[in-house]
C-alpha cells in the first residue's frame, strides 16, 4: 500500500542552499536517549500488565486439572553418569558460565555501546581507511545543493505501512521533480504545516528565519522538524504529551488520560494553521474536539477552546485580522473566533454534512470558503455570520464533485483561480466571476482517489498545482500550458515566449515513475476538448443563488 495523504509547499530562499548532515554528538545522545527511554518505560509497563494477565489465566486453567493424574518421573541430573573422558569439560557448568561471564560484560543499552567505540576526529587518522574523502564530501554537497529558484514540496506518505515525510525539490526550469531526503513518522500523517521559524534549534536566535516543518499524525503529540537538517533521528521539538519526559516520569505508573483537557491533545491531530504575523503561534485541531494555540518559542499549550462537539479537522488564519481563526468540525459548522478572547462565543455557519475543508479569500479576507463531504463548495460572507448556524445563508453553492471533496485550494497569485481534488479521482479547475464559479478543466492524472491539491507559493510558479493521491504518486501540473486555463486567465497570464515543441498539459513526476507520456499525451489531447466545451458551456446548472 502506497498513499499520499497531504502535502505543502515551501516558498523560494527559505531553504538553505547547502543543508547540513545530523550530527550525533554527546549532547543529542542524551535527548535521544531520554525520549527512548521514556517510549521503553512504557512499554515495559504494557509488557508487565500483560504478563500478569497471562499468569492470572493460567493459575484458572491450573485448578482444573484431575487431582488423580500422576506427574511423569524425571531423572534427576546426580542420577546421570557422566564418562571419564568429558568431565574435563565441566559440561555441567558450561551454561552457568557463560551466564557469569555476560552478567559481568557491559550491558548492551538502547543505542548499544555507542559512547565507548574509539572513533578518530579525522579520518585521515584512521589507519584503517585508506580512501580520500575529499572528492566524496563535494560530490554529496553538490547532491544536496538547493537553488534560490527551486521550491521544495513536503508530501507525507504511507508506504508498505511505514510513515515518512519526503522533501521534494521542484526545479521549475528544468521540468524536474526528485525527493531530496525524507523523515521517518511515528504514525500515519494526518497533516503538515509549513514554518518561517527555528523551533528547539540551538544556537540559533528564536524570532530568525528559519525553515520548518509541523506534522500531525493519528498520534496526539505534534512533532516539529528542521528541514535544513538531513538524516535526522529525532525531531526539534514535540508539542504535546510526549514532549515532557520530565513529567511523564512523574505518571509513567498511571494510565495515560484520555479525556479532553487543557494542556495537550489526546485524539489524531487533524489540521495545522501557522500564524504567519505571529510567527511563534501554531493552531492545531484534533479529534478530541478542541483547539489548542501553541507557543514555539516554549513548545506548551497557550490555550484550549472546546467550542466544537465534534473532530475539528480544518484550520485557518485571517490574513488581515491575524487574531481570528476560521475553524470546520465535523459538528457541520464552521466557526470564527478571536483568540485573545476565549470567553466569547463564536460566530458560526452551518453546512449540509461535514465539514472537509475551510479557507479565507486570499484576494477578500471578508469571505471564506467551505467544502464539505457531499462534494459541496459554499463561499459565505464572514460579516453575514451569527451565534446560530442555522441562520447562515450562502452567497452562492457549488456542486463541484459527486463525491467528498478532499482537498481545495485558492490560488495566491491569480484571483479567482480555484482547484478541487475529490475521493471520485478527479482533479478540476474553476474560474470564479462575479457572477460565481464556472468549470474550466476537469481531469484524471491516475493518481488515484485525491486527496491533496496545492498551488505553488510565488508568483514564479502560481500555476503548477502539485497532485496527489491513494497511489501514491506525487505530480506538478503546470496548468498554465493547459488551452481552457489560457482561455480563462488569458488576462492575468504573464507574458512569455512560446516554447517549441512545448508539451500540452504538462506534468512533471518524479523520473522512478515511469510512465508512458506519448500515451498520456493523446489522452491529454481527447480531454482537453471535452473540457474545453465543457467550459464554454459553463456549469450553470451545478451553481445555485442562495
Excluded at 585521515?124 to 585508506?130: C, F, G
Aim: glycine share 6%; charged share 30%.
Amino acid at each position: 500500500m502506497s498513499m499520499v495523504t497531504t502535502s505543502a509547499w515551501v516558498p523560494r530562499g527559505y531553504a538553505a542552499p547547502f543543508p547540513n548532515k545530523y550530527q550525533f554528538d554527546d549532547d543529542e545522545f542524551e535527548r535521544i536517549a531520554g525520549l527512548a527511554k521514556l517510549k521503553l518505560d512504557e512499554a515495559e509497563e504494557d509488557l508487565e500488565e500483560a504478563q500478569e494477565e497471562e499468569e492470572e489465566k493460567k493459575k484458572g486453567s491450573g485448578s482444573s486439572k484431575a487431582e488423580g493424574s500422576t506427574p511423569a518421573k524425571t531423572t534427576t541430573r546426580d542420577e546421570i553418569e557422566i564418562d571419564d573422558d568429558l568431565k574435563e569439560y565441566d559440561l555441567e557448568n558450561y551454561d552457568n558460565d557463560d551466564e557469569e561471564e555476560q552478567g559481568e560484560a557491559q550491558q548492551m543499552g538502547m543505542f548499544g555501546n555507542v559512547k565507548s567505540l574509539a572513533y578518530y576526529e579525522s579520518n585521515k587518522d584512521d589507519p584503517y581507511i585508506t580512501l580520500q574523502e575529499g572528492a566524496e564530501e563535494d560530490e554529496d554537497r553538490e547532491d544536496l545543493q538547493i537553488l534560490a529558484t527551486d521550491n521544495l514540496i513536503l508530501a507525507a506518505k504511507i508506504e508498505d505501512e511505514l510513515a515518512h515525510l519526503e522533501v521534494y525539490v521542484y526545479e521549475d526550469g528544468a521540468d524536474n521533480l526528485y525527493v531530496h531526503h525524507d523523515i521517518m513518522l511515528p504514525a500515519i500523517p494526518l497533516c503538515v504545516e509549513w514554518l518561517d521559524i527555528p523551533v528547539s534549534k540551538p544556537g540559533v536566535d528564536k524570532n530568525s528565519v528559519g525553515n520548518f516543518v509541523a506534522v500531525g499524525t493519528f498520534d496526539p503529540d505534534i512533532e516539529i522538524w528542521d528541514l535544513d537538517t538531513v538524516d535526522c533521528m529525532y525531531p526539534n521539538a514535540i508539542l504535546g504529551q510526549g514532549g515532557n519526559p520530565e513529567e511523564e516520569k512523574k505518571k509513567k505508573k498511571k494510565k495515560k488520560n484520555k479525556k479532553a483537557n487543557d494542556e495537550y491533545h489526546v485524539g489524531a491531530v487533524l489540521a495545522l494553521a501557522a500564524n504567519r504575523k505571529h510567527r511563534n503561534l501554531l493552531a492545531s485541531g484534533s479529534a478530541d474536539k478542541t483547539i489548542k494555540l501553541w507557543d514555539l518559542h516554549t513548545t506548551k499549550c497557550a490555550k484550549s477552546y472546546s467550542y466544537h462537539t465534534d473532530k475539528v479537522c480544518s484550520l485557518a488564519w485571517h490574513s488581515v485580522e491575524s487574531t481570528v481563526l476560521l475553524s470546520g468540525s465535523y459538528d457541520r459548522t464552521c466557526a470564527i473566533a478571536d483568540m485573545r478572547a476565549p470567553t466569547v462565543a463564536p460566530t458560526r455557519v452551518g453546512v449540509e454534512s461535514d465539514v472537509e475543508n475551510v479557507k479565507w479569500d486570499p484576494h477578500d479576507p471578508n469571505y471564506f470558503y467551505v467544502s464539505t463531504e457531499n462534494g459541496i463548495v459554499h463561499y459565505f460572507d464572514a460579516r453575514n455570520a451569527s451565534t446560530n448556524p442555522s441562520a447562515s445563508k450562502s452567497v452562492w453553492q457549488l456542486q463541484a464533485h459527486d463525491e467528498s471533496i478532499s482537498s481545495f485550494d485558492l490560488n495566491p497569485v491569480i484571483p479567482g483561480f480555484m482547484a478541487t481534488g475529490s475521493t471520485d479521482k478527479t482533479v478540476k479547475l474553476w474560474n470564479i466571476g462575479p457572477q460565481g464559479p464556472s468549470l474550466v478543466v476537469s481531469r484524471d492524472f491516475d493518481v488515484g482517489k485525491v486527496f491533496t491539491t496545492t498551488f505553488g507559493p510565488d508568483a514564479a510558479v502560481a500555476f503548477r498545482l502539485a497532485v496527489g493521491g491513494s497511489k501514491g504518486t506525487m505530480s506538478v501540473w503546470d496548468t498554465s500550458t493547459n488551452a481552457g486555463v489560457r482561455k480563462a486567465f488569458a488576462q492575468k497570464l504573464p507574458e512569455a515566449p512560446a516554447k517549441e515543441g512545448e508539451v500540452e498539459d504538462r506534468l512533471v513526476g518524479v523520473d522512478d515513475d515511469e510512465s508512458s507520456s506519448s500515451d498520456d499525451g493523446e489522452d491529454d489531447g481527447e480531454e482537453e476538448d471535452e473540457s474545453d466545451n465543457e467550459s464554454k458551456s459553463g456549469n450553470d446548472d451545478s451553481m445555485d443563488e442562495d
